[in-house]
């Protein structure tokens, strides 16, 4: 059994945990039947419900744990107490080799807090960054940072241009991934120093990257590039902001097809369309960021997700830990460090 | 004639000037007949525009200048050649208090930097903001600054909120607009110095503001404030995201209502609702963008605007001409000197 092909799953973590949790292994061992599990929380409420999943049999490892992470326990919380959890125990997994990969759906300050502690930096990477999958005109794009930190300087814009292209060629099935640095406004006044900086940087370091130079904000829903590099303060904005715009049109398109009864006769027909509209806008799609430059994988699942979302949370933890990620990320961190451009 | 009521126009600047220009000032004169108008432009153009329009008889006076501000000069070239343009020349008008406020569809960096030249910066702003009226669930709210800087340290940021505020209530009609500060994230982790700093001395500086506290990117369309006060890199990106997601929603909708025979039918029926739709989120209704924090007002106008955006900018122009936005603005920066901590 390869090694990636095993995952380490906090079952105790999320809004709706544990049994989204193990309905959505259900779902994922149906498409990818080669898949191992690990289910780390409290055995008694876990049992019975991996025994109501008939595809669960003999790919379930249950380990009990004594106590969880709550959602509501600051990080600085979570490392002094968190010890035992199931977060922190599915993190041990990865970092004993037992596992490939773990996911959580819960406390996302925590996991990221436990996930460094527990995992470590990668060699050469000095702030790891949360990615995020966008739905656009073409396709997916991945942005990071999404929120892992609050500022980042040039050379870490690059590192983050490094870890998300691997990421995206490893996931997204693009053997080439295009890259974008986010920046704002005209030639002349484009951006701080930071971005400058890293702009130059990844235009003359001869890193092995397809870099396409500046994006704006309206290109991300384009899929302009497949990664967009953006500070962890920013790339949250970003996002939060977008999903608020999706939410808002959602509310208005609903609005209007319920607005009289020819709307509602028209929606009725448009049913199909519509149908297919949602689908291909349905978050669960989207679910999963992966906190990038740890030396093992960590997939955030969205808290309040569906058995649906946990499935694809699962399953770019599996494509990332059966990738060469890690090694692709290497070359290109050590490609950097030959130029002795690497800072801190 | 009040001087708020008197506008002066940049006829030249637009991707569609001065036509769209001309036939916005139609409509906007025509529920405001006591507005009267100055246009500078091409006097040869103008003249058979403007008499085409009936309704414009009496109310326009037409300024000649011999050339323009194109879309493509940069800043630097527009203060070094700019001199005798339409778009200089009406910012000058209002300078001299022939006009209330000036209205230009040209070019954004160019307007920006002679605006700032031309009528100087108000007393006690060290740092103008571009604001933007952003659609929400609950109706408009003002997003600043959208790309004038690309920092801003706690004290600007302070700065942006208390003119924010009063350009609110002088656009939205609101008596107390609340306002939010943009941040990320968890209560531990949030957001950089600045953004605390800011947030600490908009709850202790005895501001006469609704102060509502920090505030996430999805709040922004939710409508959760009617101020949402952020530094320009940060909200131009936020602005544009947003832009994106609705520009690519607004695709995957007429997709899933042409997919077949029976959503084509459905949309058909659904067409009065749709077309409300299409115009509550019309950006012709949420179109100008001001620079505030000058001695004067300035309305930049969206580029490829029509005649309706055009004169949505300059009813946004003519209400913040006759509004007590200067006074209000003065008196908030009074009270941070007194407390003697305005910084630069």
Redesign the interface.
Known sequence: MARGTTLSIDAMGGDHAPGVVVDGLALLVADRPDTRLILFGDEAALTPLVAAHPGLSGKCEIVHCEHKITSDM???QALRRGKGSSMWNALEAVKDGRAGAAVSAGN??ALMAISMLVLRKMDGVHRPAMTAVW???KGRSIVLDV?AN??ADAAQLVTFAIMGEAYARATLGKERPTIGL?N??????K??DEVREAHEMLRTLDLDLDYRGFV???????GSVDVIV?D???G??????????????A???R??????L??K??????????A??RE??NPSNANGGVLLGLGGVSVKSHGGTDARGFATACRLAADLATSHYPEEVAANLARIQQRGTATG
């Open positions: 600051k990080p600085s996302t300050g739905p656009t005109l929120g609050v500022e986010l704002i406004g005209s030639e002349e006044m951006g701080h704006e904000g309206d290109d991300i829903s384009m953006t962890g303060f920013t949250n904005v970003a996002l939060k902001a977008g999903e608020g715009v999706a939410r808002m049109l509310t208005r398109v609005e209007a097809l319920t607005r009289n020819a709307t006769a028209g929606a009725v027909l448009a049913a199909s369309g519509l297919a509209l291909q806008m």
